[in-house]
């Protein structure tokens, strides 16, 4: 069973408070930031049940009950940090990539050329995060760029 699947358990009072404490909560219209650990991708995650499971999943479950079977919790605000349960909504997988294209998000951010200097910078010692804020992009993705999971047939 993949994370997208992964039910929620119910939390207790102290999980509840732990939760939303490591939520940055701003305004009802603004991005509610995930503090705590994230993933490669960018996305918050919560250990809970056993297992850990997306911060954001958590977040719809807390406000609006159980998700059904093979759904995901997508953001309208296209911040995978994002907890506000106003910038989330149920959709298939569909969905998504049909919101995903219609907002352009799956073009490139980088080109080829960016690719070699990324990892030389890296290897003469910048952080992941700090070469993700100087190329405009995830830290999740520069490390899959040094790593070679993208990018592979640049040199």
């Not at 003469?124 to 070679?148: A, E, P, Q």
């Amino acid at each position: 069973m993949g994370w997208k699947t992964k039910s929620i358990p119910v939390l207790s009072e102290q999980r509840l408070r732990w939760f939303w404490a490591k939520v940055d909560k701003r305004g009802d219209g603004e991005c509610w930031n995930w503090t705590a650990y994230l993933n490669p991708n960018g996305y918050g995650e919560f250990s809970v049940g056993g297992g850990n499971r997306m911060a954001h999943r958590v977040a719809w479950f807390l406000e609006h009950g159980p998700i059904a079977q093979g759904m995901f919790i997508c953001h309208s605000c296209d911040n995978p940090r994002c907890c506000n349960p106003a910038h989330l909504y149920a959709g298939t997988q569909k969905d998504n990539i049909l919101d995903m294209t219609k907002k352009h998000r799956g073009a490139a951010k980088l080109n080829a050329s960016q690719i070699p200097l990324i990892r030389q910078l890296k290897r003469d010692g910048w952080s992941i995060k700090k070469l993700g804020s100087r190329f405009g992009v995830n830290h999740g993705t520069i490390s899959y760029i040094i790593n070679r999971k993208t990018w592979r047939h640049v040199p």
